[in-house]
C-alpha cells in the first residue's frame, strides 16, 4: 500500500495529516490509538476502525455491515450513515484464516478508567495505593467485564499488552498514554484473571521494542517463565482481626521479639524434593516456631523472583508473593495461620537494586528508567544489579507502594529492609574515582536518605504497631531514631558489629580468648544507640563460612558446649533476637538453599540438646521481663564484672523495675569453683537456666538454691558464691516467696520437629 492509496481508503481527506496518522497505528508506532481506532465522525455519519493481523474478514455483530480492508494492511473500516443505531460498546466478529469465527467487544469505545488526581499523585510520589492503579485490575465498565491493564513508561513511543488472547502480537492491543507523566492504560473487555500477559514497549527515540513482565504484577508464572498472570480479586476471609487491633497499641520496644529466620524453599520440601504449598509450610512452620518458642517469623524475600539461587533478594515481582509455593490467597492463609496461632511475620524486603534481567525493570522503556543511567550512580559491580534512581518520584513511589502493599494486602507485621548501607553511601564497595559525591561534596546518598525517612514515616503512620527494621552494618547515626530528630526512622537495626565480634571471639580456642576478651565487652560502650535486634541470620552460615555449629572450636563435646553458651550470651544480652533456620537444633552443614535442612539430626542427642536449650532460653527470655522490657535502654544492664579476662569470665546484670536476674558465663573448659560475684539484694538465688544440663547434652555441673552473703563485692552489698560450669552461662533469680515460680526449663521432653 502507498500513501495515496492508505488516505485513500481511509477517508481522510479533509483531516489533519491522515497519512502519517494510519501508518503509525499500522506499524504500531502511535501513542494514541484511540485517535484512530475504535469509533469517529466522518463524513455523513461515522467510521468504525479495528486493528486485527490474524482477520481474513471483519464485521460489525454478528450479521451486521461488514468491515473493509484497507488495502495492504490489516486495518479495516467499516462506514455507517447518520441513521444507523449502534451502541456504545459494540461487537465484533472476525474470522481467521482457518476460518473459524472470533467475537469480541471492542476496547476502543470505553473512556480512560484512571482519574487525573491519581495521575497527579503518582507524578508527586505521594499515591501510597499505587498498586490499586498501575497493573493489572479486573473491573466491570458499563456493565461489561474485563480488565484494566496499565504502566509508566515515559519514554515509549508506544505501549501494548500482549498474551495468548492476540498471539503476542504487540499490534492489536495498543495503550493509550495519559497526559505528559508517562502512565499508559487500556480496558480490555472480556480478559479474566488468570489470563498471562506482558507489555510490549517501543521505544520512542530509537525504536528498540521490549517485551517486559509487569512491574506491578500480582502473580507470575512459575520459573523459568517469566510472564505476569492476571490476579483474582483476593477471596480469603481472614481471621486476624484480634491480632491486628492488638498490634496497633503493642509496646513492641519493651516486649520479647524472638525472630526465626527462614528460607521456604529449603525449610521443608514434600517427598519428591518439590516445594510446598504456603499452606502446608504453614502448619508445619508454626507448629516449630511454638515448640521452640519464637515470637515471629521472618521470610526470605519471597517476593517474585526469577533464580533460585538470588534467595529471592534479586526481585522482578515487588507486589507479587513467588508462584513457586502457591497464589497470593495461599500465602493471605500463610500469614493468617501465623496470626490466629500467636506468630508474627515479617518479610525480607530489597529496595537497593533489582537485576538486569531482560524481562525486568532494567531498562524498561528503552531508557534507564528506574535506574541511574550513569553506572557510578546506577549499578552494584559486586552483586551484577542495578541501584534504584531514589531521586524520581515514580521510581520512589514503586518502592514505598510496594512497602506498604505487603503490610496491607498480606497484613505483614513489619519489613526487614535489606542493604541498607548500600543506599547510604555512595562510595559503598567503590574505588576513589569510581563515585559521585553530593552536591556537598560527601558520600552520602542523599535521595536514598530521603526515600527511607520517607518510607519509615509513611509506614508508621499507615499501619501502626508494624516493624521496619535495618540491616545496616556501619557507624551511620541514628538508623532507630525518628526523622523529626534527624534519624531514619527504622524501628530496629540488626547490631553486625555485635554479632562480628561474638562470632570471632567463639571461634578462637579458649586459650586464647583471654587476649580477645574486647570482643564481648566493647558492644555495650554502643549497645544503647540503636534499637538492635542480634542476628545470627542466613549470611554467617554460607559461602564457605560453615555453620554456627562448625564455626565452634574443639572436639565434638567442646563445639556443642561452646554452642549452648553462645546462645545463652545471645538471649540474655540486650537486644531482639533472630536465629536462621537450622541453627535451633546445630545444623551441622552450612546452609544450602538447593536441599532442604537435615531434619535426621534430631535424632541425635546432641541436636535435640541443642533445640531444647532454645526452646528453652527462648521461654525464660519471654517469660522474664528483665530479660527483655529494656533492650535498648541503659537502665536495663548493668555490668556485675567485664574484668575478668585471665579466667575468661563475664557476669552481668538485666532488670526491669524491681526485677533483674543475674548471668554469668565462663568461656572456657574449665569449671569455676567458688566464684564469688557481687549481686543488689539479700535473699535466695536460684538457677532458672543453665546450659551445662543434662537435658541439653552437658555436664550437669551447677548450683542449688544459693544464700546471698552480706558481704560487699564488685562494688555491691552482698556477694554469692556460684559454681561456674565448663564452656557455659548460667542465669539466676532471686526468689520471690509471694510469686509462683516457673518450672525449670529442661525438666521437660525435646520438642519435635514438624514432620
Known amino acids: 500500500m502507498n500513501s495515496t492509496e492508505a488516505g485513500r481508503a481511509a477517508g481522510h481527506a479533509d483531516e489533519a495529516d491522515p497519512i502519517s496518522e494510519l501508518q503509525r497505528i499500522i506499524t504500531a508506532r502511535h501513542p494514541d490509538p484511540f485517535a484512530v481506532l475504535g469509533r469517529h465522525p466522518a ?5 468504525l ?3 486485527l493481523p490474524r482477520a481474513e474478514a471483519v464485521r460489525l455483530g454478528t450479521d451486521g455491515p461488514p468491515f473493509q480492508r484497507v488495502p495492504g494492511t490489516p486495518l479495516f473500516e467499516c462506514r455507517l450513515d447518520r ?3 449502534l451502541p456504545r460498546h459494540y461487537r465484533l466478529s472476525w474470522t481467521d484464516g482457518t476460518g473459524q469465527t472470533h467475537e469480541y467487544c471492542d476496547p476502543y469505545t470505553f473512556p480512560p478508567q484512571i482519574s487525573d488526581f491519581d495521575l497527579y499523585l503518582f507524578g508527586e510520589g505521594k499515591h501510597w495505593h499505587i498498586h490499586r492503579i498501575l497493573g493489572t485490575h479486573p473491573q466491570t465498565v458499563d456493565g461489561i467485564p474485563g480488565v484494566r491493564f496499565a504502566t509508566w513508561a515515559p519514554n515509549a513511543e508506544r505501549v501494548s499488552v500482549v498474551g495468548d488472547f492476540n498471539a503476542w502480537d504487540g499490534r492489536c492491543h495498543p495503550l493509550r498514554m495519559r497526559g505528559g507523566g508517562g502512565v499508559w492504560e487500556l480496558f480490555v473487555p472480556e480478559i479474566a484473571p488468570g489470563t498471562v500477559y506482558k507489555f510490549e514497549i517501543r521505544n520512542r527515540q530509537h525504536g528498540t521494542v521490549l517485551l517486559k513482565t509487569d512491574p506491578y504484577g500480582r502473580q507470575f508464572e512459575v520459573r523459568p517463565d517469566n510472564a505476569a498472570i492476571v490476579a483474582a480479586a483476593p477471596e480469603y476471609a481472614w481471621a486476624d482481626a484480634a491480632w491486628i487491633e492488638d498490634r496497633k497499641s503493642r509496646d513492641w520496644l519493651h516486649e520479647p521479639l524472638s525472630v526465626y529466620e527462614v528460607h521456604l524453599g529449603s525449610w521443608q520440601r514434600d517427598h519428591d524434593g518439590g516445594f510446598l504449598n504456603y499452606r502446608v509450610l504453614a502448619e508445619r512452620l508454626v507448629a516449630h516456631a511454638k515448640a521452640h518458642g519464637f515470637t515471629h517469623i521472618e521470610l526470605l524475600p519471597i517476593t517474585e523472583h526469577p533464580y533460585d539461587g538470588s534467595w529471592g533478594y534479586q526481585t522482578t515481582g515487588y507486589f507479587a508473593p513467588t508462584s513457586r509455593f502457591g497464589t497470593p490467597d495461599d500465602f493471605r492463609a500463610f500469614v493468617d495461620h501465623c496470626h490466629t496461632h500467636g506468630i508474627g511475620v515479617l518479610l525480607d524486603w530489597v529496595p537497593a537494586h533489582f537485576p538486569k534481567d531482560a524481562h525486568g525493570l532494567a531498562w524498561f522503556d528503552g531508557t534507564p528508567l528506574y535506574e541511574h543511567e550513569d553506572p557510578r550512580l546506577g549499578e552494584h559491580r559486586d552483586w551484577g544489579t542495578l541501584i534504584y534512581n531514589f531521586g524520581r518520584n515514580e521510581v520512589r513511589n514503586f518502592l514505598i507502594g510496594s512497602a506498604l502493599f505487603w503490610l496491607e494486602e498480606f497484613h505483614l507485621d513489619g519489613l526487614r529492609v535489606d542493604a541498607v548501607a548500600s543506599m547510604l553511601y555512595l562510595d559503598y564497595s567503590r574505588e576513589p574515582g569510581d563515585w559521585i559525591p553530593n552536591k556537598y561534596g560527601g558520600n552520602e546518598n542523599l535521595e536514598a536518605i530521603a526515600f527511607l525517612r520517607e518510607l519509615n514515616t509513611v509506614a508508621h503512620q499507615q499501619f501502626p504497631g508494624t516493624l521496619v527494621v535495618a540491616e545496616e552494618s556501619t557507624a551511620w547515626p541514628q538508623v532507630t531514631r525518628p526523622t523529626w530528630t534527624g534519624g531514619l526512622g527504622f524501628s530496629l537495626k540488626w547490631n553486625m558489629g555485635w554479632m562480628h565480634d561474638t562470632l570471632v571471639y567463639m571461634g578462637k580456642d579458649p586459650v586464647h580468648r583471654q587476649y580477645h ?3 564481648l565487652t566493647f558492644g555495650l560502650l554502643y549497645a544503647f544507640t540503636e534499637n538492635f535486634i542480634l542476628p545470627f541470620s542466613h549470611d554467617e552460615v554460607v559461602h564457605g563460612k560453615k555453620s554456627l555449629l562448625g ?5 565434638e563435646w567442646r563445639r556443642f558446649a561452646n554452642l549452648r ?13 533472630l536465629l536462621f533456620m537450622g541453627c535451633e537444633f546445630a545444623q551441622a552443614e552450612e546452609w544450602n538453599a538447593a536441599k532442604t535442612l537435615d531434619w535426621y539430626l534430631y535424632d541425635r542427642a546432641n541436636h535435640r540438646g541443642i533445640a531444647t536449650l532454645v526452646g528453652d532460653l527462648n521461654r525464660i527470655y519471654t517469660r522474664y521481663p528483665a530479660l527483655y522490657r529494656y533492650d535498648g535502654d541503659g537502665q536495663g544492664f548493668e555490668w556485675i564484672d567485664c574484668h575478668d579476662a585471665p579466667q575468661s569470665v563475664l557476669s552481668y546484670i538485666r532488670r526491669a523495675k524491681d526485677e533483674f536476674v ?5 568461656f572456657t573448659p574449665i569449671p569455676r569453683h567458688n566464684y564469688r560475684i557481687g549481686v543488689p539484694a539479700a535473699g535466695t538465688y536460684r538457677e532458672i537456666f543453665n546450659s551445662d544440663s543434662i537435658y541439653y547434652g552437658g555436664s550437669n555441673m551447677g548450683n542449688p538454691p544459693l544464700e ?3 558481704q560487699a563485692w564488685m562494688g555491691r552489698p552482698y556477694a554469692l558464691n556460684i559454681t561456674l560450669p565448663p564452656l557455659a552461662g548460667i542465669v539466676l533469680i532471686r526468689e520471690q516467696p509471694e510469686a509462683a515460680l516457673p518450672e525449670t526449663p529442661g525438666a521437660k521432653d525435646a520438642p519435635e520437629v514438624a514432620p
Open 517 to 519: 576478651h574486647d570482643q
Open 43 to 47: 463524513p455523513g455519519g461515522e467510521v
Open 83 to 85: 441513521a444507523a443505531k
Open 662 to 666: 543475674a548471668v554469668a558465663f565462663n
Open 49 to 51: 476502525r479495528a486493528l
Open 565 to 577: 553458651l553462645l546462645y545463652t550470651f545471645m538471649f540474655t544480652y540486650p537486644g531482639k533476637k
Open 551 to 555: 564455626k565452634m572450636p574443639g572436639d
Open 708 to 710: 546471698a552473703e552480706p
